[in-house]
């Protein structure tokens, strides 16, 4: 057998972030000690919640361009309606519920109205953030008010020395690798990610699936913005207009899910999330500029993109679906 017959896009990757946390320790002193390797962890642990968000529904074929902005809007009307003196689980459920409800709008545009997953969450997301700025808070910036003060356990607390962000993130995984390989539902996307008309022939409820898989990701990214609020005091909405939901996609491509669907699990969420975490976290101690980050982080998703494309090219079938 050739040496690299057993490699994959997983294997390279694991591998690369390894060889570059070397050469980030013997180049930057302190790069490995526990303090910097626990901090780069939180630092990403939030990306890589999204990351198993939107790796669930492209492994069932999809995107989700609105999940940012989503999260962003979602967590900033929570902040806002406590403010305004509503108790906080009742903040809480009321978010959520208006979360998964646009979770469900998009998978019914995408199953039933037939609209490419591409365009009609780019549209969803442009659509939520100037719905919330205009009809449910007024300013870019939602501050948590003393009545949301609990929510800082999960961005600000430590569990056995460790940061509970990280623990947040190691749980969402777990959760979403037993959902994909044990829960009947999480066997249905992957069937209909990999073959969706073949799907539709055994008896899979295709479209339910479809639909199920974008409220599964809006919840999770809801979760991920609680996050973000507790560990900064706040939720900048501005953050929907931002690039990161690109670096969200790159932690998914570059792990080894395919765009063509079916393939791929957390696992290679993962892992895409440590090599992004050691680049970021290296950038970041030499002082490199943010735009040439920028630059680096499109480069390595531009790359991930085409290896992608390689090695699972597109069929017909995903190419009428509309299907990046």
């Known amino acids: 057998m050739p040496l690299g017959a057993n490699l994959t896009q997983e294997k390279i990757v694991f591998a690369l972030a390894v060889l570059l946390a070397l050469g980030f320790a013997l180049a930057l002193p302190g790069f490995l000690t526990t303090q910097n390797v626990l901090n780069l962890l939180r630092s990403v642990s939030i990306l890589g919640i999204l990351g198993v968000a939107m790796g669930l529904v492209v492994i069932g074929r999809g995107i989700d361009l609105s999940l940012v902005a ?44 037939e609209i490419p997953a591409i365009f009609a969450t780019l549209a969803m997301g442009t659509l939520i953030y100037g719905f919330g700025r205009y009809f449910l808070f007024s300013m870019d910036v939602a501050y948590i008010p003393e009545g949301a003060r609990p929510i800082l356990i999960l961005g600000q607390s430590d569990l056995f020395g460790v940061p509970l962000p990280i623990f ?9 690798h037993l959902f994909l390989r044990y829960a009947i539902p999480g066997r249905y996307l992957r069937a209909v990610g990999d073959n969706l008309p073949a799907a539709r022939i055994t008896g899979i409820p295709v479209r339910p699936v479809i639909v199920l898989q974008y409220v599964l990701s809006s919840g999770i990214g809801f979760l991920a913005g609680l996050i973000t609020a507790a560990s900064v005091d706040s939720m900048n909405t501005r953050l929907a207009l931002s690039t990161y939901v690109y670096d969200v996609i ?21 892992v895409g999330t440590l090599l992004i975490g050691v680049l970021l976290n290296g950038m970041t101690i030499m002082d490199i500029q943010y735009t040439l980050q920028n630059v680096i982080k499109g480069g390595l998703l531009l790359a991930a993109i085409v290896i992608d494309t390689i090695l699972n090219p597109r069929d017909e079938q995903t190419a009428q679906q509309g299907d990046i």
Do not use: H
């Not at 902040?79 to 998978?107: D, E, K, Y």
């Not at 491509?253 to 957390?266: A, Q, T």
């Open 70 to 113: 989503l999260m962003a809007v979602s967590v900033a009307w929570m902040l806002t309606l406590v403010s305004g003196g509503m108790p906080l689980p009742l903040a809480l459920a009321v978010a959520l519920g208006f979360s998964l409800l646009v979770g469900a709008l998009n998978g019914w545009l995408v199953a039933y109205a």
């Open 250 to 270: 790159l932690v998914v491509v570059l792990g080894g899910i395919g765009l063509s669907g079916g393939k791929g699990g957390i696992r290679n969420v993962v």
């Open 168 to 176: 947040l993130f190691a749980g969402t995984c777990l959760i979403g």
